[in-house]
């Protein structure tokens, strides 16, 4: 009886590692699976299987939120949050993303060191 006791003890904190990468990515769900796997597999074999499972969660959580948000998203230049690629207004500073280039009047990045439409390179003091 102690050792089911014990295993499930391994599980539930191998466990934990998912739940709490899950909970950093905002991905709970698929951390509260890794638990409950990584609980299962400790009562069956502890940390035998409870170890590596625990592992498999945490790597599904952190592939899924790379492969999620990297594509669609970028970092404010200005707050360092995330904030979707095509934004030209950040929603957590809501500073602008874009400015008009002096020569064609085209939107270009704020951080663009040459105009993509008209290869017009963009001094630093025109930032502002
Ligand atoms: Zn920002
Ligand atoms: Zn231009």
Redesign the pocket.
């Known amino acids: 009886m102690e050792s089911i006791i014990g295993a499930l003890l391994i599980g539930g904190i191998c466990g934990l590692g998912p739940v709490i990468v899950g909970a950093l990515k905002k991905r709970m769900g698929l951390g509260i699976g890794g638990f409950f796997a990584c609980l299962l597999s400790g009562l069956i074999l502890g940390i035998l299987l409870a170890g590596p499972i625990c592992g498999v969660f945490i790597w599904l959580i952190i592939k899924k939120s790379d492969t999620d948000e990297s594509i669609n998203t970028k970092q ?1 230049p ?2 360092a ?1 995330k ?1 979707l690629v095509d934004a030209k207004l ?1 929603k ?2 809501n ?1 602008e993303l874009i400015k008009k280039c002096p020569i064609c009047g085209e939107e270009i990045s704020i951080k663009a060191k040459v105009c993509k439409h008209c290869k017009h390179q963009i001094s630093e003091s025109s930032n502002l």
Do not use: F, L
Request: hydrophobic share 10%; charged share 20%; net charge neutral.
């Open positions: 404010c200005y707050c949050e904030i950040c957590h500073c500073r």
